[in-house]
T-cell receptor
Framework: GAGVSQTPSNKVTEKGKYVELRCDPI?????LYWYRQSLGQGPEFLIY????????DSGLPNDRFFAVRPEGSVSTLKIQRTERGDSAVYLC?????????????FGPGTRLTVL | AQKITQTQPGMFVQEKEAVTLDCTYD???????LFWYKQPSSGEMIFLIY??????QNATEGRYSLNFQKARKSANLVISASQLGDSAMYFC???????????FGKGTMLLVSP
């Protein structure tokens, strides 16, 4: 079956602009995660959803970042007033359910560049 | 708090040889899961292998095995019979029981030479 997909694969924007990054999880996976990976680092957790609700958003760096998953499937990560420091690869993952034994499967990522 | 340490920024191995990538972790939770992912230059994180803290046996998946030493808090990845396609970044990660989010190490770049 299809894996996790993310669009766009690349996004270049100007400082101060608004961007939306989309994630389409594996069909049937109830848990969805967003991570951010800066150059030379491992991914860092941002937010995760169990169904439609955000179960843990403690990784969001500030209130410019927001994510939704209105129907429990596709999720959108929204970044307002982008800053150059937001430049990174944004990774989405999904798992059958949320838990320490559940494998998370990742999408190809969206590379965000803020000029 | 949980922490993953990967002390090898880069490793070199010849094709067909075995290689061990080191991972140590720190957690006060007795129940946790340990994962290894591969990230080729294309950027996608590929799941390789999982080890639960209460698993009695070391996990194996094809050419991948996990050398789990609980008392030493280490979870080293062993790749047997390396192939050129194994050249990539490798990340160790963990999840504590009761949580769902992965904590990653900084990764190890593996280069396999002919």
């Amino acid at each position: 079956g299809a894996g996790v997909s993310q669009t766009p694969s690349n996004k270049v924007t100007e400082k101060g602009k608004y961007v939306e990054l989309r994630c389409d999880p594996i069909s049937g996976h109830t848990a969805l995660y967003w991570y951010r990976q800066s150059l030379g680092q491992g991914p860092e957790f941002l937010i995760y959803f169990q169904g439609t609700g955000a179960a843990d958003d403690s990784g969001l760096p500030n209130d410019r970042f927001f994510a939704v998953r209105p129907e429990g499937s596709v999720s959108t990560l929204k970044i307002q007033r982008t800053e150059r420091g937001d430049s990174a690869v944004y990774l989405c993952a999904s798992s059958l359910k949320a838990g320490s034994t559940d494998t998370q499967y990742f999408g190809p990522g969206t590379r965000l560049t803020v000029l | 708090a949980q922490k993953i340490t990967q002390t090898q920024p880069g490793m070199f191995v010849q094709e067909k040889e075995a290689v061990t990538l080191d991972c140590t972790y720190d957690t006060s939770d007795p129940s946790y899961g340990l994962f290894w992912y591969k990230q080729p230059s294309s950027g996608e994180m590929i799941f390789l292998i999982y080890q639960g803290s209460y698993d009695q046996q070391n996990a194996t998946e094809g050419r991948y095995s996990l050398n789990f030493q609980k008392a030493r808090k280490s979870a080293n990845l062993v790749i047997s019979a390396s192939q050129l396609g194994d050249s990539a970044m490798y990340f160790c990660a963990m999840v504590n029981s009761g949580y769902s989010t992965l904590t990653f190490g900084k990764g190890t770049m593996l280069l396999v030479s002919p």
